[in-house]
């Protein structure tokens, strides 16, 4: 499938700039004229991948957060979100709701929601490298 137009950004894991991945990705595909729901939907999918790459990617160091939007033809949007952090050891554990690694004060539950919201998530991971997360979800009427 032919790419259309196509964004890429780096910020520092802070978590302040959560909120602006979220608007930043949103604006982006705001071309494509996105219903409120899907909007929605990717706005709060991005929050958790990001926010996973500041908690459990860097835990309490500073690192980069890397975010690639692909707009594709007849509305398709994948949106890539890479950190360089410790990396997951076990994936398929790491996305089942309400396992987390970080104690009591998360719920676990941020790949779930993930894949609620989108039409389907890949994440791969190395330990020591970092991890992946790809969120990809076609919208409807184009």
């Known amino acids: 499938m032919k790419t259309v137009n196509e964004m890429k950004l780096v910020i520092d894991s802070r978590s302040i700039n959560e909120g602006f991945s979220r608007v930043a990705v949103a604006s ?3 071309c494509l004229d996105p219903t409120v729901e899907e909007l929605t939907d990717i706005k709060t999918a991005v929050s958790e991948a990001v926010t996973n790459c500041i908690v459990h990617g860097y835990k309490e160091k500073m690192g980069k957060i890397y975010i690639t939007v692909s ?26 709701p ?16 993930m894949e609620s919201f989108m039409d389907k998530v890949k994440v791969s991971s ?17």
């Not at 890539?80 to 554990?93: A, C, L, Q």
């Not at 309400?98 to 929601?113: K, Q, S, Y």
């Not at 190395?126 to 184009?142: E, H, M, W, Y």
């Open 71 to 96: 707009i594709f033809e007849k509305g398709l949007v994948k949106i890539k979100i890479r950190d360089k952090g410790v990396g997951i050891e076990n994936i398929s554990e790491a996305m089942q």
């Open 126 to 142: 190395k330990i020591g490298k970092g991890t992946s997360v790809t969120l990809t979800k076609q919208l409807i009427g184009r």
């Open 28 to 30: 982006f595909i705001s």
């Open 98 to 113: 309400l396992f987390t690694t970080a104690g009591d004060e998360r719920a676990g539950l941020g790949f779930a929601v």
